[in-house]
């Protein structure tokens, strides 16, 4: 039997365009998502 390799994660909105992301490995620290300016404030790379 193949041994499962997929993984998953969560989207968190703080606000505007901006969000948290968490994996479901623990090695992975979460990553901020924002969009450029003037949608969003830079503050991470953009989805």
């Known amino acids: 039997?193949?041994?499962h390799?997929?993984?998953?994660?969560?989207?968190?909105?703080?606000?505007?365009?901006?969000?948290?992301t968490r994996f479901d490995w623990?090695?992975?620290?979460p990553l901020l998502l924002d969009e450029p300016e003037p949608l969003g404030g830079s503050k991470g790379p953009n989805a």
Do not use: P, W
Not at 10 to 19: K, N, Q
């Open 26 to 29: 623990n090695q992975v620290e």
């Open 5 to 20: 390799t997929g993984f998953s994660l969560r989207l968190e909105r703080i606000t505007g365009y901006e969000f948290e």
């Open 1 to 3: 039997m193949a041994e």
